[in-house]
């Protein structure tokens, strides 16, 4: 039964969709809110029930099948793929997309497109949840886009306004980029292997479809883990990121924060089995670099949406690094953590904005926590959260994160890299998250103006932060690795997880290339490489947790006194840093380099293009036609005028000549044809009597 | 007896008038006599060759089925020009160009 609650709840959006893009108009403002928002908040029941029983029941995975396409031998199956992880990432969703829809009757209140809103939301859960479902990498592929074109409709929604039309535009060119290596990725797999389901992917790996061909895997595996770069906005294919919050905010929480630009995390936590430990590296450094780049830039930037943007490419970055490192449970669970506290910051940057009448810049804010309580608490508790205070969701997953890297550092010192950068990027975050919240809520305010109109929003808008505020805090709670034991030959089982973590691990791949070559290079027998590992991995986890702490203290301490105590001033900073101030309040020039390159190259060939098409294409179609009107001119006019008509008319103009000569002898008088007869007889006989 | 030179000259005489007749006269009537002139001189030669010549009748019988001859063309050619003159109230052979192309 499960997999068909699953399967209905996930259709439940759809309808959703059909119903407001036939009736939207006529269903009006806010029925059509209610209508998508109730739909949602059922899906979300449903899949709630099915996880705690799924929790309570624990039975392993679930597939639901049916051939969808038929390419000559190549059958191409639909199907429905439940296992924990996707039980976890289907009751996250909805409830974060619940929270959302709920969140945006109030925030887009007004708006002249309401019911369209609503039905572009629809349609993004739909696909959402059908990427979450899916069983292969064709229907992955299928949704992964659909989610992409949604996201593309969403941050143009108000589309009047330049920048976000063409904001909209660079998130679906930029994605496209990572979308063609994802799908090269794919048809390498489906080459090799014969098989685009996960599962027979595995399988095939496993017994040996890429034997001998090592580096193919892991080109493979570093091409589906582009349309990772390109949706998760990791290093280099960040850019669209920032600029896709001209959105309207839900829109940045609901798919630019909690859930779309997860599915890159999702996407290379489902491949993981099949990542060689060359690809892995090639995750962890773009995970490492990605995350210490944004979170530097997020330090400089003013507008409030936009710090949360870099926030969350930071973020992006550390689960991305977890699952190269091999911490796949400790990426997978920052997804789910960050989600809630992420759509939690947005929904709340949002309620901020609201309350501000637009005002997005937080230099002109200040002082807003007695104006809006609500919203300044559930920030706060988001704020602490991605901080990684301890006890608050965050602190659990960033932990873990950290935990996985430095266990994978310690291995391979020369990579001691992919844990510093982490940890300093653990300093930075709370450094800038504390700014955003300092700066907006507290201090002095700045602009008397706003401050004095600000004001809280309705409550159609807090309680969803509420909700929010209360996941952020718990879901960490309770949580426990489990242990990991080796089977040898690449193979692992865990025993022993509780909580949500213990629930993602359930879904942890049981095999993975990675391993198996990892032990293949190890001389000892893996029974005692698990064994220390394991043991390592329990070091670690209490040495993470002590630096992971230290660096957040370090970055709050320095918050207080940057912002609070005032010892240190920010334009004083920024004066004696000022080439690096410069650096990133420019994000590293990626926009300006991506511009003067392949921008500026696109429009050079566009140029050519068009050089070529004026001067060459339609030099060649005017010339035959110029050459076709001369020769039509010659055969029209010379040819079939003088030619032709002139031999016609000739035939007829010489009849005509000769019979008129002709038609003098034949007067109709006897008596000339008689003296003509008797002329010629007398000639006759002049001439017969001459011969003679 | 006189040599068949002089019938001969005769007969050309009367051939060549005959054929100036025919071309000169309008009137149909003069041009059957013209026929008529052309048709004797003919029968004047018969008659003349068959004396001096052959010796049979052969040539003066050919002689009479000439006369004869002329009478019956007469006839026929007289009822035309009745029928003509019926038409177009003249015997001005020029004016018979009703069926002129």
Avoid at chain 1, 149 to 171: D, H, Q, R, V
Avoid at chain 1, 613 to 638: E, M, N, P, Q, Y
Wanted: proline share 3%; net charge positive.
């Amino acid at each position: 039964m499960m997999p068909y609650a699953f399967i209905i709840a996930w259709l439940l959006p759809l309808a959703g969709f059909v119903t407001l893009v036939f009736r939207g108009r006529r269903i009006g403002e806010p029925r059509s809110g209610y209508l998508a928002a109730g739909l949602m908040v059922t899906a979300a029941a449903i899949s709630m029930v099915c996880a705690i029983r799924w929790v309570v029941g624990h039975p392993d995975s679930l597939n639901v099948s049916a051939s969808w396409l038929v390419i000559g031998s190549q059958v191409v199956n639909f199907g429905v793929h439940i296992d924990s992880l996707t039980v976890v990432m289907f009751t996250m969703v909805t409830i974060v997309a619940s929270c959302i829809f709920i969140y945006s009757i109030g925030y887009m209140h007004g708006d002249p497109r309401f019911p369209r809103f609503f039905t572009y939301m629809c349609l993004f859960a739909f696909s959402m949840l059908g990427l979450v479902l899916s069983d292969s990498l064709i229907g992955l592929f299928v949704f992964w886009e659909l989610v992409g074109l949604c996201s593309y409709f969403l941050i143009g929604f108000w589309f009047e306004k330049t920048s976000a039309s063409n904001a909209a535009m660079k998130a679906f060119i930029v994605n496209r980029v990572g979308d063609f290596l994802f799908l090269i990725g794919i048809a390498t797999m489906l080459s090799m292997t014969g098989s685009v389901t996960l599962e027979g992917v595995f399988n095939q790996v496993r017994q040996g479809a890429f034997a001998g061909h090592g580096a193919l895997l892991t080109f493979a595996g570093i091409c589906l883990f582009f349309g990772a770069i390109g949706k998760s906005a990791q290093f280099p294919l960040h850019v669209w990121l920032p600029d896709a919050m001209e959105g309207p905010t839900p829109v940045s929480a609901l798919i630019h924060a909690a859930t779309m630009v997860a599915a890159g995390v999702y996407l290379v936590g489902r491949i993981f089995p099949i990542l060689t430990p060359g690809a892995l590296l090639f995750v962890a450094y773009i995970g490492g670099i990605t995350l210490i780049g944004s979170a530097l830039i997020a330090i400089v930037m003013t507008d409030i949406k936009r710090v949360l943007a870099y926030s969350t490419i930071s973020q992006l970055g550390y689960m991305i690094l977890a699952l190269g490192v091999g911490g796949w449970v400790a990426g997978l669970f920052h997804l789910i953590t960050h989600a809630c506290f992420k759509a939690l910051l947005f929904l709340g940057s949002g309620s901020v904005i609201h309350g501000c009448h637009g005002e997005q810049d937080i230099r002109k804010m200040g002082q807003l926590h007695a104006k809006m309580p609500y919203t300044s608490l559930t920030f706060l508790v988001g704020t602490l959260a991605i901080a990684g205070v301890p006890l608050l969701s965050g602190f659990y997953s960033k932990d873990a994160i950290l935990a996985s890297a430095l266990g994978f550092a310690w291995g391979h010192r020369a990579h001691w890299v992919l844990f510093a950068l982490p940890t300093a990027a653990a300093a930075i975050t709370a450094f800038y998250m504390l700014r955003l919240y300092l700066l907006t809520f507290r201090t002095t305010a700045r602009d008397a103006h706003i401050h004095e109109h600000a004001h809280e929003s309705p409550k159609v808008m807090w309680v969803p932060l509420a909700v929010l505020a209360v996941l952020s805090i718990c879901i960490g709670w309770l949580g426990k690795m489990p242990e990991r034991h080796s089977l040898g030959e690449g193979e692992y089982k865990y025993e022993g997880g509780r909580g949500l973590v213990g629930l993602i691990a359930e879904a942890q791949p049981t095999w993975a290339v990675s391993w198996r070559m990892q032990e293949a290079g190890h001389a000892s027998s893996h029974e005692s490489v698990a064994k220390e590992s394991a043991h390592a991995e329990h070091g670690f986890h209490t040495a993470a947790t002590i630096i992971a702490t230290a660096a957040m203290l370090l970055g709050v301490i320095l918050a207080w006194l940057t912002y609070v105590k005032g010892l240190i001033a920010p334009a004083r900073a920024a004066q004696v840093l000022a080439p690096v101030h410069k650096l990133l309040l420019n994000k590293f020039y990626f926009d300006e380099l991506y511009r003067a390159t392949f921008v500026a190259g696109v429009l050079q060939l566009a140029a050519f293009g068009k050089w070529f098409d004026r001067v060459i294409v339609d030099g060649l179609a005017d010339g035959s036609a110029r050459w076709v009107a001369k020769t039509a001119f010659f055969s029209g006019l010379i040819l079939d005028n003088r030619g032709v008509d002139g031999l016609v008319n000739g035939v007829a103009q010489a009849a005509l000549v000769g019979g008129n000569i002709v038609r003098r002898g034949q007067t109709g008088r006897v008596r000339n044809y008689l003296l003509g007869l008797t002329t010629a007889g007398a000639v006759a006989v002049v001439v017969f009597i001459w011969i003679w | 007896m006189i040599g068949l030179t002089p019938y001969l000259v005769l007969a050309a005489i009367l051939v060549v008038l005959g054929i100036a007749i025919i071309i000169s006269k309008r009137n149909a009537i003069a041009m059957l006599i013209g026929v008529e002139f052309i048709l004797n001189a003919a029968a004047l030669n018969l008659a003349a060759f068959s004396r001096h010549g052959i010796g049979a009748l052969s040539g003066q019988t050919a002689a009479l089925f000439v006369i004869v001859l002329a009478a019956a063309e007469a006839v026929v050619a007289l009822a035309i020009f009745l029928n003509f003159y019926h038409t177009i109230a003249t015997v001005d052979i020029d004016q018979g160009d009703q069926l002129k192309g």
